[in-house]
């Protein structure tokens, strides 16, 4: 596992209820939050993250166009593939994390800042 993976899984295993455990479908590992799967790593740079189709578009992310796991996914899929190439990429996949679990049932509550 590379030193991004690491920062990634180390930050998100700090979260309430989110597991990084083995995948169920094939090789790598996949993230749970109370028994439930919510993203799954493609690789060490790649995180594949349930969103929701609303939430996908209000952050204006994109469906990349070359992916090498889901190349026919439909745009209006709700799961997004996440690249991450640098601690400021992990930080922002670790927001979108947050925004996938508060769809999640048994889902922390909002706090406020």
Known sequence: MNHLKNALTDKLETMFGVQNLPSPVAGGSSLFFNGIEFAHFHNDFELDLKLTRKIISQQQLRH?????????????????????????????VVELVKLAIRQLPGSPPRTRK
């Open 64 to 92: 990349p166009t070359n992916s090498k796991f889901h190349p026919k996914r439909s745009m209006n899929s709700q799961w997004i593939e996440l690249k991450y190439e640098n601690l400021e990429d992990v930080d922002r």
